[in-house]
């Protein structure tokens, strides 16, 4: 998923949870190396952006209605 968002660790937290303002991650996150950043994301399910989707060749998080609308209508014509 870091891949498909070019490095951009930030995309996959949950930035609107109450986890993530508890643990002070919008101002520290951006500090962090990326395996500190993996350590908070594995101890805390809840700081995780959802839906989170990996598949062939698909990879989303987070629900923008348009990305999941091309994934639908591309998944229908296979």
Known sequence: MLETYNG????L???S???YREA???HT??????KEAFDHLQ???NLIKRPFLIGE???????KES???VLLDDSKSR
């Open 17 to 19: 949870s109450q986890d």
């Open 29 to 34: 996150l951006a500090s962090l190396s990326e």
């Open 67 to 69: 990305e999941w609308l």
């Open 8 to 11: 951009q660790i930030k995309r």
């Open 13 to 15: 937290f949950n930035s």
């Open 57 to 63: 060749n698909t990879a989303l998080v987070g629900f």
């Open 24 to 26: 002070g991650l919008k």
């Open 43 to 45: 101890r805390n399910g």
